[in-house]
């Protein structure tokens, strides 16, 4: 485990939650600060589905369409670490929510599973209505 996800917890329906990602070890070689971060999110009995990510080049964004307008990524490159602000949460986000790195470089952010190589343990969002 390379990253370290932290911030789910059980909340209802419209309430608010913010995910931290904290990357204390990458592979050798390689920097946070250019690194794309991605957050995932795996329900029970589903494929882990992208929802956001931040990229190392400006700190531009990209969100999954369910997502967009409620949850928010940012970076801090001086404490490695990307968050997620999550509002006007729904039970249909309940779910295991990952962090991701893309560590090579790469501008364009990702948004398939193989495309990360750093990844965190999950945090378990629950949402109920």
């Known amino acids: 485990v390379q990253l370290q996800a932290s911030g789910g917890g059980l909340v209802q329906a419209g309430d608010s939650l913010r995910l931290s990602c904290l990357a204390p070890?990458?592979?050798?070689?390689?920097?946070?600060?250019?690194?794309?971060v991605a957050w995932f999110r795996q329900a029970p009995g589903k494929e882990r589905e992208f929802v956001a990510g931040?990229?190392?080049?400006?700190?531009?964004?990209d969100y999954a369409e369910s997502v967009k307008g409620r949850f928010t990524a940012s970076r801090d490159n001086a404490k490695n670490m990307v968050e997620l602000q999550m509002n006007n949460l729904r039970p249909e986000d309940t779910a295991v929510y990952y962090c991701?790195?893309?560590?090579?470089?790469?501008?364009?952010?990702?948004?398939?599973?193989?495309?990360?190589?750093?990844w965190g343990q999950g945090t378990l969002v629950t949402v109920s209505s």
């Open positions: 070890t990458l592979p050798p070689g390689r920097t946070f600060s250019r690194s794309n």
């Open positions: 991701a790195a893309d560590t090579t470089g790469l501008s364009q952010i990702r948004r398939e599973v193989v495309g990360f190589d750093a």
């Open positions: 931040i990229g190392w080049i400006g700190g531009r964004t």
